[in-house]
């Protein structure tokens, strides 16, 4: 295809595509403020036109089911060409006659970022302006829309909170321990994660966490900041932590960046999701802590055993297509190629160390279109994605698992645990039930249909539209040269 | 050339609001410009998404970096009785690369992808902030476009920045005046042809009201947009007759049509039995003036006592569990006082509404219905409003969906009357829902559980089984 050269030229994550068919991937502006609402007090602004703010505010309040404090320095066609500045500190000013948030983090989108607008000069400028306001911290990050994800938004704001409000330490707290969490963790899996650090004697400061301030808390008044969430004081006690543990290859640089301001070592922890990832995890968390194993999770582990023997049945084998972040698919597909299934297809939004390690498969950079269009030629029997799957799943007869986010048309998204022994034992017993719930009844037409029909005019089929059954077999009939990647 | 545009639906005569303005603050606009530190509106371009998208069977492509689509693709409850192409989202994803040189080639690629994929009857086109400044001319993009694969590339220039959504909205008319209305020949005619200009069919809402328009024989040329078809849109120039739903978000559309096409219009509410009913009048009013069948009004008649007396009746079956109920409407759309005096008819109290977009017929109206002291609120802020509801103040709030979780975390019962709503509560079934929606969260016993103290707060209550 002659696109296709063009396509390279021009640097398109996808060659020969110029059209983006139902996006995967959210802004990475979003990934910033979803970091920012995860620090206690906090208000996350967008340095940009009205609308990207009104979206993003939109979405992660139909995710998390809460109101979400998120503002805008409402900027203009005029105020963009001549230079956003005034507007940022008009934003700032504003703000501060309200009320004093903890921390404000400013995002910038791309519009600001397209005049080349330089956002943390814009930060000094201000204090230069406003000395009054010294001790406000301000955390500006430069997340334009038209780079990356909302998985890099995500880690280029906590980068930037750590350089902006980490302090290094001379004494070092030896039990303290960092620990820097992806965005697709949940609230549970954040809980859970508490509870196993401590049964360790280790004693956790979580950046950010969302477990304290997205957890569907009813406060008793109403504050537009956030409210809950990884302290200021927090923050700064970081540097005298012994040790950081990264949640999420996305988040190396955010290690990286505690080490060099504070000299923390960390380690990165790339999976968490099944036994043999939780199994790595929990010896290095042996082997930092020097504590051993608490008897509970031995106990988790006996249980999730029995039910990887329970779900086989189901599992095994399954033909699944997934679409999510690099660190969230990458998780994902271990964990179900782990338990037999079979990740035949795997679509990302962003570039990342770990796409070219997704199980059997290379993930390819790309849209739910593209999902759509492998899990069809490839005989997907499910389908693994956000809400916005639920199209696609339709039109393909398959059923949708939903993860990651946004998850919009479900309730309780982020009570949902995932991993350790416990998450891996709750989300196989699901994935067991969406296959087990939807067996497909045979009837005298199902091996023969020409000669079953007159039979099957008796037999009741499946009116029902939400009924999806999921046939293992079905997979013979397609082009087996299709079912993988060369 | 867009500040041209924009001025120019500023100025809309036929808009009450602006008749009373002076002439500065006419030149300043109708759009609310937002503030800096400010929580945020949505931009022109979600409300030109917003007014086009209902249209089903076209493509709807964004040209912009992944923001304005990738966060609001599919949030909208604008539904379908055929194609769902309207919901699938394409972007062109704009890149660092095309920030640099220019996204012009890329979106006219991107056109044709969606042609050779998808071949749409015809794809509307959006300009956002980054290509606005960086200067792509989209609108020169969709005329080669036409030209080159002999299909309507409708360019839709509203990039967010100009202003709100309202503007948007009208940015969008303008779009559907100036490519779309008057290019098609519709197939065939009626003396009752009928218009229906700014209905979205949100949750349906649309269904509510054109099964009775069927019955009194009344045909729907074009809903602009609400499960419309671009054909429809494109020869809607035929119809006798027009009415304007919506406050004034598509006046210019109304007003154009008739200076052009001599199709007569009013303004009206499908909203509250009352207003239901005046609109049913008017069609027909208008209609038989532009030749429809005599007889028109005497059935129409007929069905409007039939229709109110059925819901009425379905009304009045919820007034035991509503009297002397307290409701506090704070409200885009659903909040004429027709809506009010049918609430009140139901038996609740309505302890205030927001006026923010009334006329001011409709606010002596209220006034009227909920005597001297009625509580008229310009604008509310969410703190106020959850001291409001967290004193008591109201037994529920009806709201849009960005309130909810004020009035959620007070405790108190919330209905969502706006955009993304789960109910349709459009014509005579559609208030008959909306009470009985009331109704069912009103008496919800959670919130009575949600109020009791914990076991270990003060004032628990809870004594120890013996
Ligand atoms: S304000 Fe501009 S950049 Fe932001 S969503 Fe609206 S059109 Fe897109």
């Given at each position: 295809?002659?696109?296709?050269?063009?396509?390279?030229?021009?640097?398109?994550?996808?060659?020969?595509?110029?059209?983006?068919?139902?996006?995967?991937?959210?802004?990475?502006?979003?990934?910033?403020?979803?970091?920012?609402?995860?620090?206690?007090?906090?208000l996350p602004v967008f340095h940009g036109s009205q609308g990207c703010t009104s979206f993003a505010l939109v979405l992660l309040g139909r995710h998390f089911k809460e109101s979400i404090p998120l503002q805008t320095t409402a900027m203009s066609e005029v105020t963009t060409i001549l230079g956003g500045g005034e507007n940022i500190q008009a934003a700032i000013l504003k703000i501060l006659e309200k009320g004093t948030p903890d921390v404000i983090g400013l995002c910038s989108t791309g519009l600001t970022?397209?005049?080349?607008?330089?956002?943390?000069?814009?930060?000094?400028?201000?204090?230069?302006?406003?000395?009054?306001?010294?001790?406000?911290?301000?955390?500006?990050?430069?997340?334009?829309?038209?780079?990356?994800?909302?998985?890099?938004?995500?880690?280029?704001?906590?980068?930037?909170?750590?350089?902006?409000?980490?302090?290094?330490?001379?004494?070092?707290?030896?039990?303290?321990?960092?620990?820097?969490?992806?965005?697709?963790?949940?609230?549970?899996?954040?809980?859970?994660?508490?509870?196993?650090?401590?049964?360790?004697?280790?004693?956790?400061?979580?950046l950010p966490d969302l477990s304290?301030?997205?957890?569907?808390?009813?406060?008793?008044?109403?504050?537009?900041?956030?409210?809950?969430?990884?302290?200021?004081?927090?923050?700064?006690?970081?540097?005298?932590?012994?040790?950081?543990?990264?949640?999420?290859?996305?988040?190396?640089?955010?290690?990286?960046?505690?080490?060099?301001?504070?000299?923390?070592?960390?380690?990165?922890?790339?999976?968490?999701?099944?036994?043999?990832?939780?199994?790595?995890?929990?010896?290095?968390?042996?082997?930092?802590?020097?504590?051993?194993?608490?008897?509970?999770?031995?106990?988790?582990?006996?249980?999730?055993?029995?039910?990887?023997?329970?779900?086989?049945?189901?599992?095994?084998?399954?033909?699944?297509?997934?679409?999510?972040?690099?660190?969230?698919?990458?998780?994902?597909?271990?964990?179900?190629?782990?338990?037999?299934?079979?990740?035949?297809?795997?679509?990302?939004?962003?570039?990342?160390?770990?796409?070219?390690?997704?199980?059997r498969e290379r993930a390819e950079i790309g849209d739910l279109g593209l999902l759509e269009r492998r899990a069809g030629e490839r005989g997907a029997r499910l389908l693994v994605t956000h809400s916005h799957g639920r199209q696609g799943a339709q039109r393909l007869g398959v059923p949708l698992f939903r993860t990651g986010f946004p998850i919009f048309d479900r309730l309780g998204a982020p009570h949902r645990l995932q991993i350790g022994y416990r998450g891996a034992m709750e989300t196989l017993f699901r994935f067991a039930n969406m296959v087990w719930s939807r067996d497909p009844e045979n009837g005298p037409e199902t091996w023969y249909p020409e000669e079953g029909r007159h039979e099957a005019e008796t037999h009741s089929g499946n009116p029902d539209m939400e009924f999806v059954p999921v046939r293992f077999e079905g997979v013979s009939a397609l082009n087996p040269a299709t079912g993988r990647n060369p | 050339m867009l500040k041209d545009k924009i001025n120019a639906v500023f100025d809309e005569t036929a808009c009450g609001h602006n008749q009373a303005k002076s002439l500065k603050d006419r030149k300043k606009g109708c759009t609310k410009v937002a503030t800096p530190g400010a929580a945020a509106g949505g931009c022109a371009f979600d409300g030109a998404k917003i007014a086009l998208q209902p249209i089903v069977d076209a493509a709807h492509l964004v040209h912009g970096p992944i923001a304005c689509e990738g966060n609001s693709w599919d949030n909208r409850s604008a539904l379908s009785s055929g194609s769902r192409l309207y919901r699938t989202g394409f972007t062109t994803d704009l890149n660092e690369m095309d920030v640099v040189y220019g996204g012009e080639k890329h979106l006219f690629k991107a056109i044709r992808q969606i042609r050779e994929r998808f071949d749409p009857p015809a794809i509307f086109l959006y300009q956002t902030c980054v290509p606005a400044i960086i200067g792509d001319d989209i609108e020169a993009v969709a005329k080669a476009a036409t030209e080159k694969f002999g299909l309507p590339v409708i360019p839709v220039n509203a990039p967010g920045f100009v202003g709100g959504k309202n503007l948007g909205n009208k940015l969008a008319g303008e779009a559907l005046l100036d490519h779309v209305i008057g290019t098609m020949e519709p197939e065939?005619?009626?003396?009752?042809?009928?218009?229906?200009?700014?209905?979205?069919?949100?949750?349906?809402?649309?269904?509510?009201?054109?099964?009775?328009?069927?019955?009194?024989?009344?045909?729907?040329?074009?809903?602009?947009?609400?499960?419309?078809r671009y054909r429809e849109v494109a020869s809607s120039h035929r119809a006798r007759a027009a009415m304007l739903v919506c406050s004034k978000a598509m006046i210019n559309i109304a007003r154009k049509m008739e200076e052009r096409y001599g199709i007569p219009w009013f303004e009206g509410s499908f909203y509250g039995i009352s207003d239901m009913s005046a609109s049913l009048r008017n069609i027909a009013g208008l209609l038989v003036r532009r030749g429809a069948p005599s007889d028109l009004?005497?059935?129409?008649?007929?069905?409007?006592?039939?229709?109110?007396?059925?819901?009425?009746?379905?009304?009045?079956?919820?007034?035991?569990?509503?009297?002397?109920?307290?409701?506090?409407?704070?409200?885009?759309?659903?909040?004429?006082?027709?809506?009010?005096?049918?609430l009140m008819e139901a038996g609740l109290v309505v302890v205030g509404t927001s006026v923010k977009k009334s006329t001011k017929e409709d606010k002596e109206r209220i006034a009227e219905l909920m005597g001297e002291d009625a509580h008229m609120i310009d604008t509310m802020t969410p703190r106020e409003m959850y001291r409001m509801l967290k004193e008591a103040e109201a037994d529920i709030l009806m709201a849009g969906g960005r309130s909810?979780?004020?009035?959620?975390?007070?405790?108190?019962?919330?209905?969502?009357?706006?955009?993304?709503?789960?109910?349709?509560?459009?014509?005579?079934?559609?208030?008959?829902?909306?009470?009985?929606?009331?109704?069912?969260?009103?008496?919800?016993?959670?919130?009575?559980?949600?109020?009791?103290?914990?076991?270990?707060?003060?004032?628990?209550?809870?004594?120890?089984?013996?």
């Open positions: 295809m002659k696109t296709q050269t063009d396509a390279h030229q021009e640097n398109r994550n996808l060659p020969g595509d110029f059209v983006s068919v139902n996006p995967l991937k959210m802004s990475a502006p979003l990934g910033g403020a979803l970091f920012f609402l995860g620090l206690d007090r906090s970022e397209t005049k080349g607008e330089d956002i943390v000069g814009e930060i000094a400028l201000f204090r230069k302006k406003h000395p009054e306001h010294a001790g406000i911290p301000v955390v500006a990050v430069s997340t334009p829309d038209f780079r990356g994800s909302h998985e890099d938004g995500f880690r280029d704001a906590m980068v930037r909170t750590i350089e902006e409000l980490g302090e290094p330490s001379l004494a070092i707290v030896p039990n303290q321990v960092n620990v820097l969490a992806g965005s697709h963790l949940t609230v549970a899996d954040l809980d859970h994660l508490r509870e196993i650090l401590e049964s360790f004697g280790l004693d956790p400061i979580f304290r301030s997205l957890d569907g808390i009813v406060p008793e008044t109403f504050e537009p900041v956030s409210m809950g969430g990884t302290t200021l004081p927090e923050i700064q006690r970081m540097g005298a932590s012994a040790q950081t543990i990264v949640l999420g290859e996305s988040l190396r640089a955010a290690g990286e960046a505690l080490l060099k301001k504070c000299g923390v070592p960390f380690v990165v922890v790339d999976r968490l999701m099944g036994m043999i990832a939780f199994d790595r995890f929990l010896v290095t968390l042996r082997h930092l802590s020097g504590k051993d194993y608490p008897a509970r999770l031995k106990r988790e582990r006996n249980r999730l055993s029995d039910a990887m023997l329970d779900a086989h049945f189901y599992v095994g084998g399954l033909r699944i297509a997934a679409g999510l972040e690099p660190d969230a698919l990458h998780d994902m597909v271990h964990f179900l190629e782990e338990n037999g299934a079979e990740v035949v297809v795997a679509v990302t939004t962003t570039d990342s160390p770990l796409n070219a390690h997704m199980g | 065939t005619t009626t003396p009752t042809d009928l218009n229906i200009i700014g209905e979205y069919n949100l949750s349906g809402e649309l269904w509510q009201v054109k099964p009775l328009l069927d019955r009194l024989g009344i045909r729907v040329s074009a809903c602009i947009s609400g499960d419309a009004p005497e059935r129409t008649e007929a069905l409007i006592a039939s229709e109110e007396k059925e819901a009425w009746a379905a009304i009045d079956r919820f007034r035991p569990g509503l009297s002397g109920k307290r409701a506090l409407l704070i409200t885009g759309g659903v909040k004429s006082w027709s809506v009010v005096s049918a909810q979780f004020v009035a959620l975390k007070a405790k108190v019962p919330f209905l969502d009357v706006n955009q993304e709503r789960r109910f349709a509560f459009a014509g005579y079934k559609g208030m008959v829902t909306l009470v009985s929606e009331i109704h069912r969260t009103i008496t919800n016993p959670i919130f009575r559980s949600l109020r009791e103290p914990a076991p270990w707060d003060p004032g628990c209550r809870v004594t120890p089984l013996v």
